[in-house]
Nanobody
Framework: QVQLVESGGGLVQPGGSLRLSCAASGDDLSNYHMGWYRQDPGKQRQLVAVITKGGTTNYAESVKGRFTISRDNAKKMAYLQMNSLKFEDTAVYYC????????WGQGTQVTVSS
């Protein structure tokens, strides 16, 4: 079992950058696939990026080339570096850890606005 806490969200102008962090506690994070998802009000939660326990990454088409997911198992951390942010990136971003079960953080708000 893991507990996840996201941080790093905030207000940023279009074209700006943010780095989201996900701090994990509990089980050994190296046994989990990690992901970032986002959700707009009234919409389904959508995958943004994943990184497998082996380090393979995959991204939603809308963020390819702009976002980078990474992990540091020793620190029990996952990150999402977001560059060239657009208005449509505004959402609540959630960290996810998956093994036999799936665990979620509480989310962090990212608002892209001028």
């Amino acid at each position: 079992q893991v507990q996840l806490v996201e941080s790093g969200g905030g207000l940023v102008q279009p074209g700006g950058s943010l780095r989201l962090s996900c701090a994990a506690s509990g089980d050994d994070l190296s046994n989990y696939h990690m992901g970032w998802y986002r959700q707009d009000p009234g919409k389904q939660r959508q995958l943004v990026a994943v990184i497998t326990k082996g380090g393979t990454t995959n991204y939603a088409e809308s963020v390819k080339g702009r976002f980078t997911i990474s992990r540091d198992n020793a620190k029990k951390m996952a990150y999402l570096q977001m560059n060239s942010l657009k208005f449509e990136d505004t959402a609540v971003y959630y960290c996810n850890a998956a093994k036999l079960y799936t665990y979620w953080g509480q989310g962090t708000q990212v608002t892209v606005s001028s």
